[in-house]
């Protein structure tokens, strides 16, 4: 079975603070490394997996480059450009493999860089090569709908899951989808598109240390839980 990695790293850092507003996302320094490093680091320990492809802004693939070549992984990453939306850099990915189809695909965003090899591992295997599925941790927060100014309903949170990434698709299915998609890209993840479709979609529960970089803060949480797995600052192994 042949599975094919695509890691969307495309997007501008803006709500990471202003220091940041002319990087990359994918390349904002946690521990010292940038963002998109302990993702490679983690799907490259992983031998079943073929290939990654990854979306990057345009005009930084030299750049991307040249960081893809410092850091030696033993998996091969084909850069491809991003697009103005989530869904577009997916889609550019697929678009990148149809010449050499892969069975599946894991799409993943650069942003959740504390992304584990144990989270990977077991998704593939729920999946069983067959079905999509995504991992998510539950919603521990009281939910309720509201229009701006006031409540307007409550929601059960028991059965709320909070959807995560990699999210792993057949390939094929997913490219017809992305292919066939009406109502431009509003969707933001991949398995909108499969549960709109009437498509079954695995769920994997797991803890919520999965998290996903978007603000300031969430730079020293990912860092405190990448520290307890054993990750050190390369600034102070530098010194």
């Known amino acids: 079975m042949k599975i094919v990695t695509c890691i969307v ?17 994918s390349l904002v320094p946690v521990l010292g490394r940038p963002m998109l490093y302990y993702s490679l680091a983690a799907f490259d320990s992983i031998d079943s997996l073929d290939s990654f492809v990854a979306a990057v802004p345009p005009s930084d693939q030299e750049k991307f480059r040249s960081l893809l070549k410092a850091w030696g992984f033993s998996h091969k990453v084909n850069l491809v450009d991003g697009g103005d939306t989530r869904a577009e850099s997916v889609r550019n990915t697929l678009k990148a493999i149809r010449e050499n189809p892969p069975d599946i695909v894991l799409i993943h965003d650069a942003a ?84 709109r479709a009437g498509e079954d979609v695995k769920v994997l529960l797991h803890d919520d240390s999965n998290m996903k970089i978007t603000r300031p803060e969430d730079i020293s949480a990912a860092e405190g839980i990448l520290y307890g797995r054993g990750w050190v600052d390369a600034n102070e192994e530098e010194d």
């Not at 790293?9 to 940041?20: H, I, K, N, S």
């Not at 941790?137 to 409550?154: F, P, S």
């Not at 792993?168 to 991949?190: C, I, M, Q, R, V």
């Open 9 to 25: 790293a495309a997007g501008q850092g803006t709500r990471l603070g202003d220091e940041f507003d002319n990087l990359p996302k």
């Open 112 to 195: 959740r860089a504390c992304v584990s090899i144990e989270l990977i591992e077991d998704l593939i295997d729920i999946s069983a090569g067959k079905f999509a599925a995504v991992p998510a941790h539950a919603a521990v927060d009281t939910l309720r709908m509201h229009d701006g100014d006031k409540i307007t309903g409550e929601l059960d949170r028991s059965n709320i899951a909070c959807l995560e990434t990699p999210q792993l698709f057949p390939y094929a299915k997913l490219l017809e989808l992305h292919e066939n998609a009406s109502g431009g890209d509003e969707y933001t993840d991949d398995t909108t598109l499969f549960t």
